[in-house]
C-alpha cells in the first residue's frame, strides 16, 4: 500500500514553516508484526523528544513512582496558578522514559532471553483427540513432553514483572499521545 500524506498552509501561515509532504510505503510484512514496525519509528521519535522538547504536560501522580509525587501543597498551587514543583518536569521524564524503554524491548527480539536458562530436550507423541498416544498416521494432535536431558527453566516471576513493565509503557504511550509535541 501507498500512502501519501500532506498538510498545506492556509493563507495567513508561513509556507515554508507549515508545508509538509510524506510519502508511506506499507509493505505487507510491515502488518505482520505492526507492533514490532510501528515500534522502529516510535523509539527515534520518543527519543528526540526526550531530548528536545522544551515543557511537559501535567503527569497525573498515579502514573509515576513516590519519590516523584508533589506534596498536597504543591496539588493545591499547580490547580490554583500553574505553580509547578520541583519534580514536575521529572514526572515527564520518567514516563518519557518509561515509553522508551517499553518500545525498544519490543524492537529487541531477545528482550525476553534474560528470563529463560537451560536446554531443552523436547519429545513430540502424536496423539488422537482424546489425549491417547498413536501412530504418527493417526494423530491430530501432539504433545509436548520433556525429554531426560531437559534442563529448561523460565524465571516466571521475572518474566512476568518484565512484560508488566512493558504493558504499563504501552498504557502511557496510550495515555500521553496528544501530550507527544513540542
Not at 22 to 44: F, G, K, R
Not at 56 to 71: E, F, G, I, Q, R
Not at 153 to 164: P, S
Amino acid at each position: 500500500m501507498y500512502v501519501r500524506l500532506g498538510r498545506f498552509a492556509n493563507d495567513d501561515d508561513d509556507l515554508n514553516t507549515f508545508k509538509r509532504e510524506e510519502d508511506i510505503v506499507i509493505h505487507n510484512y510491515d502488518t505482520w508484526n505492526m507492533d514490532h514496525t510501528l515500534a522502529l519509528l516510535i523509539v527515534p521519535m520518543l527519543k528526540q523528544l526526550r531530548d528536545t522538547k522544551h515543557g511537559a504536560p501535567s503527569v497525573d501522580t498515579s502514573d509515576v513512582p513516590l519519590s516523584l509525587k508533589p506534596t498536597q501543597l504543591e496539588t493545591v498551587r499547580y490547580k490554583e496558578d500553574g505553580t509547578t514543583d520541583k519534580n514536575f518536569f521529572k514526572r515527564w521524564d520518567y514516563v518519557m522514559d518509561e515509553m522508551i524503554w517499553a518500545f525498544e524491548q519490543i524492537v529487541d527480539d531477545d528482550d525476553e532471553k534474560q528470563f529463560y536458562s537451560g536446554d531443552h530436550d523436547i519429545k513430540w507423541v502424536p496423539i488422537d483427540e482424546n489425549g491417547n498416544e498413536v501412530d504418527e498416521t493417526n494423530a491430530h494432535y501432539h504433545r509436548m513432553d520433556r525429554g531426560p536431558n531437559d534442563t529448561f527453566k523460565i524465571d516466571r516471576e521475572g518474566l512476568d514483572e518484565h512484560n508488566k513493565r512493558i504493558n504499563n509503557g504501552i498504557r502511557l504511550f496510550g495515555k500521553y499521545y496528544r501530550s507527544l509535541w513540542d
